[in-house]
């Protein structure tokens, strides 16, 4: 049962919507999977009541409550856990540190969200968990942008995820309808970065992708 940690010191990174597709997209391959909201803003929660009792599921934690929610929730089922957490908040990041087998660290790719980053860094370098920089909100079609964004991660001493989340249109219409971009444009380009960063998780927690079996060609 991976845990994934989503941190960031700084606010406007896309914590909670990298969460909530994460978990999605677990559910949408045949995972049960679970958010814990550490924020006390409860973005995320919030996102969940709008859709009533449709997957994820999405729960609030206080930080010394994490590593009991997250055991009652293994026991429950949960195979995929993503931990939502708040800027600002040592005490709710060292506590996702710790509980996670894989920390993703989202950043837009600019010179002051990339300064932003080293006391997250250290956190992660303490606590040796496996850590990457996950660009976000940046435009989608700048690559010179991402490739100096990347040597400035590696100059932090960490790595930058090979998948980029993008400013897209679909992520902000899909918040406002309590919906994933998945939901809302399957096939549109926001929803294939999600489905490409999910593999790419899973292969760096050792865990089968999909649970859905493929159908027999004809």
């Known amino acids: ?71 009652q929730a293994t026991a429950q089922g949960a195979a995929f856990i993503v931990i939502d957490t708040p800027p600002h908040a040592d005490s709710a990041a060292s506590a996702a540190v710790e509980a996670a087998d894989l920390v993703l660290i989202p950043c837009r790719p600019s010179a002051f969200d990339l300064a932003a980053i080293k006391t997250t860094a250290s956190l992660v370098k303490m606590r040796g ?42 992520f902000r219409h899909a918040a406002a309808e309590g919906k994933t971009a998945m939901e809302i444009e399957p096939d549109g380009k926001a929803a294939d970065e999600v489905r490409q960063l999910y593999k790419w998780t899973c292969e760096h927690v050792n865990m089968q992708a999909s649970t859905k079996k493929r159908r027999a060609s004809a």
């Open 1 to 71: 049962m991976p845990t994934i940690a989503i941190i960031s010191q700084k606010g406007g990174a896309g914590k909670t919507t990298l969460a909530l597709h994460l978990a999605a997209a677990a559910e949408d391959a045949g995972h049960t999977a679970l958010v814990i909201d550490l924020d006390p803003q409860a973005t995320a929660s919030q996102w969940a009541a709008w859709r009533k009792d449709a997957p994820p599921v999405v729960i609030d934690s206080a930080p010394p409550r994490l590593a009991a929610k997250i055991e």
């Open 129 to 170: 968990k496996p850590a990457f920089v996950i660009f976000t909100a940046g435009s989608p079609t700048a690559p010179r942008m991402y490739e100096e964004a990347t040597q400035l991660v590696q100059d932090y001493g960490l790595d930058a995820c090979p998948h980029r989340v993008a400013d897209r249109a679909a």
